[in-house]
């Protein structure tokens, strides 16, 4: 007789999952026992390191359920193909992580109308589509639990402004109303962001090679950790709230 897992009988859908805090996430989740639909638009190497491919394959290896799913979250009809191939090899979802983004830090004068678009289409509106499309869903097995990944960025006012920040700061707002629209239906819905930096592979790759001190510096195993516990959650528990990831995972 096996020991039994916190998410056994689950299925997670991480999006953004080819590396860095999605992977990470992903990883955790299957370790506890739930099926994950890894999505991403990274199904070859590119001049980023991480793939769908690699990340599942990483999972089954270790004895995981997982599956490889491309996922452009600024498109609805990528999102419908890459839900139905989720529901259609696990048979629906309990469990919606939404992490796909990316990165602009540049003061706003400095910011090419394009570089602030892509951040609202992937980071804000990749967010309500992912969302949108897994509600049912999650509606359909009696609850489950919305979680989009976030940062405290938004928080540091006194640090300017930026497309990224922005973006993130109206997921928030995003999530905070859903919660009590989707009460009645047993859903929680929070976000998470890093108490600290995660030096991801996307990071580096656009983060502008700033020095971070090792003290500022979080692992990203922590936000696989702090994503554990919410993912866990429905209506009846932690709903409605922005966490921080080593408010709910304390540093060791």
């Known amino acids: 007789m096996t020991d ?15 590396r860095g805090i999605g992977a990470a996430i992903a990883v955790a989740l299957a370790d506890a026992g739930a099926s994950v639909a890894v999505a991403a638009r990274s199904e070859a190497e590119g001049k980023v ?17 997982a599956i490889p799913v491309s996922c452009d979250v600024t498109s609805e009809e990528s999102i ?30 400095k910011t090419p109308l394009k570089r602030w678009q892509l951040c609202l289409d992937v ?14 869903h999650l509606r359909a097995r009696g609850g489950g639990s919305l979680i989009a990944v976030t940062t405290t960025g938004v928080d540091m006012i006194d640090r300017g402004s ?21 009460k009645v239906d ?3 819905v929070n976000c998470l962001s890093p108490s600290r930096v995660v030096l991801t592979e996307g990071w580096a790759s656009a983060g502008g090679g700033q020095k971070i001190p090792p003290e500022a510096i979080e692992p990203p195993e922590t936000m696989g950790k702090a994503a554990l516990v919410l993912a866990q959650q429905d209506a009846a528990g932690i709903t409605g709230t922005i966490q921080r990831s080593e408010s709910m995972i304390p540093r060791a």
Do not use: C
């Open 162 to 182: 930026n497309a990224y920040w922005v973006s993130k700061a109206a997921v928030e707002r995003l999530y905070r109303g859903l919660a009590s629209d989707l």
């Open 186 to 188: 047993n859903i929680a």
């Open 49 to 65: 390191p991480g793939t769908i491919h690699s990340v599942a394959e990483r999972i089954t290896a270790s004895g995981g359920r």
């Open 4 to 18: 039994s897992k916190p998410l056994d009988g689950k299925v997670a859908f991480v999006a953004g999952a080819s």
């Open 123 to 136: 980071n804000l509106t990749g967010v309500f589509l992912m969302t949108q499309a897994v509600i049912p």
């Open 80 to 109: 419908t193909a890459a839900v139905d191939q989720a529901v259609s090899e696990f048979g629906g979802i309990d469990i919606l992580i939404a992490n796909a983004g990316v990165l602009w830090m540049g003061p706003i004068e």
